[in-house]
Antibody, heavy 120, light 110 residues
Framework: QIQLQESGPGLVNPSGTLSLTCTVY?????????WSWVRQPPGKGLEWIAE???????NYNPSLKSRVSISLDMSKNQLSLKLSSVTAADTAVYYC?????????????WGRGTMVAVSS | QSALTQPPSVSGSPGQSVTISCTGT?????????VSWYQQPPGTAPKLMIY???YRPSGVPDRFSGSKSGNTASLTISGLQAEDEADYYC??????????FGTGTKVTVL
């Protein structure tokens, strides 16, 4: 059963950099799928952040592009997210998700999410 | 990019049908069939319910159906059940090679 697990610090200082990792179990990040990060502020809706494909192909949310970096670590079967110059508005549950090549690139597998608070 | 527009809430009695609209633009919903729908009960991760406008992944009940007309996609839940109570989000691919989600709709089973 394919599982995604996010990890990272639960608290980040304002103006600092948020760094998260997503470990993929029972699938390979080189299996031909795109992988994304999605976030959800408390009590609010979902916001797509970025996606990455084998070979380093990436796409970013235009509103976050200047602050976001996404990458793959094939040796650890992980994808990573870095978000710089964070403010309280970046407080959210952060999810990693797989795009299904069989199901129209929809987000078919999600991690459980990790809560990140931006506060001093 | 602006979020797709969904009604904040819809409700229905068990056995009834409810429809959730998802309105975008010609740069997203109107131009691509990569429209999908997600169910999110409180405190859980989203679950894929519909992909490519009308298709159901294996395991999703056939009372869930999707459609699209112009810039608006819709999700219909027929034969509403108590377990369907959750937040629902639409999503679309966009002309910026990105994805955008809807504002979310809370479905209440009366």
């Amino acid at each position: 059963q394919i599982q995604l697990q996010e990890s990272g610090p639960g608290l980040v200082n304002p103006s600092g950099t948020l760094s998260l990792t997503c470990t993929v179990y029972s699938d390979s990040i080189t299996s031909g799928h795109w992988w994304s990060w999605v976030r959800q502020p408390p009590g609010k809706g979902l916001e797509w952040i970025a996606e990455i494909y084998l070979g380093g192909n990436t796409n970013y949310n235009p509103s976050l592009k200047s602050r976001v970096s996404i990458s793959l670590d094939m040796s650890k079967n992980q994808l990573s997210l870095k978000l710089s110059s964070v403010t309280a508005a970046d407080t959210a549950v952060y999810y990693c998700a797989r795009h299904s090549v069989d199901w129209g690139y929809a987000f078919d597998i999600w991690g459980r999410g990790t809560m990140v608070a931006v506060s001093s | 990019q602006s979020a797709l527009t969904q009604p904040p809430s819809v409700s229905g009695s068990p056995g009834q049908s409810v429809t959730i609209s998802c309105t975008g633009t010609s740069s997203d919903v109107g131009s691509y069939n990569r429209v999908s729908w997600y169910q999110q009960p409180p405190g859980t991760a989203p679950k894929l319910m519909i992909y490519e406008v009308t298709y159901r992944p294996s395991g999703v009940p056939d009372r869930f159906s999707g459609s699209k007309s112009g810039n608006t996609a819709s999700l219909t839940i027929s034969g509403l059940q108590a377990e369907d109570e959750a937040d629902y989000y639409c999503s679309s691919y966009t002309s910026s090679s990105s994805y955008v989600f809807g504002t979310g709709t809370k479905v209440t089973v009366l």
